[in-house]
């Protein structure tokens, strides 16, 4: 795909909290375009932050019925209401990549003001109609919205469910699909979903912000002799007058951006259990003998990631075998790994599948709060692919150096290049494109970051941090101040202005244990 976003030192960067393009020169990455917005007006230095001088930290605006006031991402989400839950139907007529999909949604929600109207984020096709608590609703289309008047107001504090029937979403051609953009993609096989960061309302109505998580339920209708798979646990299957009706069930709280359903000439492999976790890779036929051997090489990941961070957060994992130009990306319990990915050597491969299982636990399980938060999700992926690639002998594939501390001193070289390019690591300039907001000061920035704090508390107290980060917040949304905040309570001792100097930084601080290194690729 076109968006080779956090390439650094010929590090694969990763779109969404993914990997996202063939890896890339430092000079590359420098002249690639910068974000359109700047960072903002600056603080002032100050001692405590090391003399940095540092950016306002991003905040979510009020919130409106059209939108939860994120500060990337205007009109994403919508106030006024909390989703519990998404039964999602869709009905694929016949076997074409390229047919248009019919659906309805239910949407099980709780409303935390009185509604008189409310929104969905929904730029598909139609709907036939929508349903209000099983009363007909009126409804319209503004920009991004889908607009809906109960026909008697929701009072605040009811539970509620909103019934759309009837909408459609064609999906677009993987060789040709801007991811980001477009989340409903064709492949020589079938369909994928590749929704992140805002484009899941694409496909069916929402509310498309990762800080309202539900549980989800699927079926899929398709014709006999296609595969349907999707997030989550199989729920059976029905097949009659030629067609099957593949379901799915996602227990777990999961953010719309992650959403996947795989439908297509698709064979699902079981793979053996590993740590209690079914595992299931799903492949398109005519790709078994070589994307199905490329996928088993994650044997053991699972297991390194527990124990370094704690148990696996769903109770399956696997990966979708896909021949388009994407980016690998972590939708929840069943990551995409396109085609390229999987023909690279071993090592490399495995690092990219390590990267995209690590964001289980970092942006799957624990979702950010809001967009600027994506340096939690990113950093701390990309620093377990490091300590993985290091310790597997294959972290060259990526860096320009064989071990942890040579590739981090790497990464601070390039620290203020890319702090003025596209903004601190916590509060990137702007959203306006991937590029701007998935960019190598969230990726190799983000766990520069980490590096810091664990230089700064030592190891110990680090890996209680990361820990603790996940039993805390499992299975919700947290934010940087949250992680500023576990920090410091682990450390016994104020964390925020030397968080806030790498998080908010103009220029990067100096490095803990390292008054050598320099900043600006100097020394």
């Not at 916590?426 to 991937?434: E, K, N, R, T, V």
């Not at 030592?458 to 890996?463: D, L, N, Q, V, Y």
Request: proline share 8%; glycine share 12%; charged share 15%.
């Amino acid at each position: 795909m076109p968006l080779t976003v956090a390439v650094l030192l010929s590090v694969a960067s990763c779109t969404g909290s993914g990997h996202a393009g063939a890896a890339s020169s430092v000079t590359a990455a420098a002249r690639a375009t910068p974000s359109a917005a700047g960072t903002g007006s600056s603080g002032a230095a100050s001692p405590d932050t090391g003399g940095v001088r540092l950016v306002p930290a991003p905040a979510m605006g009020p919130a409106t019925t059209a939108s939860l006031g994120d500060p990337l991402f205007a009109g994403l989400g919508n106030g006024g209401y909390d989703v519990q839950r998404y039964d999602l139907r869709l009905t694929y007529p016949k076997t074409d990549p390229r047919q248009t999909v019919r659906g309805s949604v239910t949407v099980t929600a709780r409303a935390t003001t009185a509604l008189p109207r409310l929104d969905l984020d929904f730029s598909g096709g139609g709907p036939a109609s929508v349903l209000v608590d099983g009363r007909a609703a009126t409804f319209r289309h503004r920009g991004a919205e889908l607009v809906v008047s109960p026909a008697t107001p929701v009072p605040a504090g009811a539970a509620f469910t909103v019934d759309v029937r009837g909408f459609t979403a064609k999906p677009v051609a993987g060789s040709a699909v801007e991811q980001g953009g477009a989340a409903f993609v064709a492949t020589p096989d079938g369909t994928a979903l590749a929704g992140q960061p805002a484009a899941m309302h694409t496909v069916f109505p929402c509310n498309d912000h990762p800080s309202d998580k539900a549980t989800f339920t699927f079926a899929l209708d398709v014709p006999a002799g296609w595969t349907g798979v999707a997030n989550g646990v199989p729920a059976g299957t029905t097949t009659s007058g030629g067609r099957t009706v593949w379901r799915y069930r996602e227990d777990r709280p999961m953010a719309t951006e992650l959403v996947q359903v795989a439908v297509g000439n698709l064979q699902v492999v079981r793979r053996p259990d590993e740590q209690g976790v079914q595992i299931r890779d799903v492949v398109p036929r005519r790709l078994l003998s070589s994307a199905g051997a490329e996928l088993a090489g994650q044997d053991g990941q699972i297991a390194w990631m527990a124990a370094r961070v704690g148990p696996f957060p769903f109770p399956v994992y696997g990966r979708l075998a896909a021949d388009a130009q994407l980016a690998a990306l972590e939708t929840q319990t069943l990551t995409i790994m396109p085609r390229s990915y999987l023909a690279l050597p071993s090592g490399p491969r495995n690092q990219v599948l390590l990267h995209e299982l690590a964001h289980q636990w970092f942006g799957d399980a624990v979702s950010p709060a809001q967009w600027s938060d994506v340096w939690l999700n990113e950093g701390h992926a990309t620093w377990y692919e490091m300590l993985y690639g290091a310790e597997q002998g294959s972290l060259r594939s990526f860096f320009p150096a064989p071990d942890l501390e040579g590739a981090m001193r790497a990464v601070y070289g390039q620290s203020d290049l890319f702090r003025r390019q596209f903004g601190p690591p916590a509060a990137p300039a702007s959203a306006d494109s991937l590029r701007a907001l998935f960019n190598p000061d969230v990726y190799t920035g983000g766990a520069l970051v980490l590096y810091a704090l664990r230089q700064e508390i030592g190891t110990p107290a680090f890996e209680q941090v990361v820990r603790e980060w996940f039993g805390d917040h499992r299975d919700g949304v947290a934010s940087t101040a949250d992680y500023v905040a576990l920090a410091s309570q682990v450390a016994g001792r104020d964390l925020r202005p030397f968080l806030d100097a790498w998080l908010y930084g103009g220029t990067a601080p100096p490095m803990p244990g390292h008054p050598d290194w320099r900043p600006d690729a100097s020394g």
